[in-house]
Structure formats: C-alpha cells, structure tokens
C-alpha cells in the first residue's frame, strides 16, 4: 500500500504559500504607491479596478486593503468604500510623538552597539545618498537611514514598535525637502554612533525628530 506524504508543517500547502507571496506582494506595492504619492490623500480605491491595474484577482487585493486599513494608510468610509487616508495636524503631531518617544532611545542602543561593520553601512548609505539625484530615492535613502539604525540597535522589542509605525513615517519623510540639512543631520548621528556617545546620540536624535516634524507640518499644513 503506499503511503501518504507527509503533510506540509502547521497545514500550509503549495497554494496557500502563493496566496499568502500574492497577497504580500499586492499589499506592498499599493503602500509603495500610496508612500510615494502615486495614490493621494483621499483618492478612492476600487477593488475590482486595483485587481485589473495590478494584473491579479481580486482576492489578495480584498486582503491586501484589510491589512492597510488596520495599518493606517486607508479607511474604510462605508463598508464598500475605500480611501486612502486623509491626515489631519494631530495624526501627524501624535506619530512624531511617538516617534520622540521611540527614536532617541534606538539611537542611544545604536551607539552603544555600533560595530565597525555598522558604521561602514550607515557611511555607504550617506555616500548613497549624497549621490542621488531623483527625489524618491532620496526618500527612500532616508528612510533606510533609521531601518539600519534600529536594526544596529539590535533590540527586538524596540524593533517591533519601531516597525508598527515604519510605513507611516515613511509617508511623512516624502514631505522633507531640506536636503541639505537632513544630510548635515544623518552624517552627525553616524559620527555620533561611531564614537559610541550615547547620551548625545540620545539628544541629537531627539533634535532630528522634531526638527522632521516641523517640517511636516509646513508641508503639509502651509496655511495653518
């Protein structure tokens, strides 16, 4: 008699592993759209049209705007209607206030735990970054600037609070214009990181943050 093959771990097949790379892969780029302001505050995303732009059914596209839903960069306005999420001032003030509350701390751990190894990634993505010229990748440098930060910092828990807000932030790192300033800025906390000097690391990151969050709120509120 043969014999039955040995059924994949915790009852995961072949299909739903793809269901599951399809439903990542969908969800990812409609945050990279909405990230890099393909998709505008407000604009309606109609599930049926996603699926024909994206190429896919409309089954991972369904789950892919639940995950951004509970992620924050949409709502769901009725039942069948779905928008990208309009920010108010206090949406934008009470993320960088998490973020004055989170930042400082990861960049102290950086400092302290900065390897050689470390500081030359941060250095490369300064040099990376100094020679970009288009915006979003300038956007996107930035960005990877703190994800290598947290993950120096090497604190698991830190991490994840870190990663419940990362996409978030990213949205909001597309507002900063002030190229130069941001730069002076990074190639400080890496001096800082490198000369493992927790406590100004802990204090100047506090400094870039709020200084980002000012200018968030002249981007994106000019008039108020």
């Known amino acids: 008699m043969a014999t039955n093959a040995a059924a994949p771990p915790n009852g995961t097949t072949p299909l739903t592993t793809a269901l599951a790379a399809m439903r990542g892969e969908v969800t990812q780029e409609i945050r990279r759209q909405i990230i890099e302001g393909e998709l505008r505050p407000g604009e309606r995303l109609v599930e049926r049209s996603v699926a024909e732009r994206l190429g896919v059914s409309r089954s991972p596209v369904r789950e892919a705007l639940q995950v951004l839903i509970f992620e924050g960069f949409l709502v769901a306005e009725t039942p069948r209607k779905v928008a990208v999420r309009r920010w108010s001032r206090r949406d ?3 993320l960088f206030e998490v973020r004055e509350a989170l930042e400082p701390a990861v ?4 400092a302290r735990r900065a390897t050689s190894e470390d500081v030359g990634r941060l250095t490369r993505l300064l040099d990376e970054t100094h020679s970009a010229t288009d915006e979003t990748v300038l956007h996107r440098l930035s960005a990877d600037f703190h994800d290598v930060v947290t993950e120096i910092a090497a604190n698991e ?3 994840l609070l ?3 807000i990362q996409g978030r932030m990213r949205w909001l790192m597309q507002q900063n214009e002030d190229w130069s300033r941001l730069m002076e800025e990074h190639a400080i906390l890496v001096q800082l990181i490198a000369t ?7 204090e100047f990151a506090l400094a870039h943050v709020k200084h980002s969050c000012a200018l968030a709120l002249a ?3 000019p008039c108020d």
């Open 92 to 94: 934008v003030e009470n």
């Open 107 to 110: 960049t102290a751990l950086a």
């Open 157 to 159: 828990q830190l991490h």
């Open 162 to 164: 870190m990663q419940t």
């Open 196 to 202: 493992h000097s927790e406590a100004a690391a802990r």
């Open 219 to 221: 981007s994106l509120f």
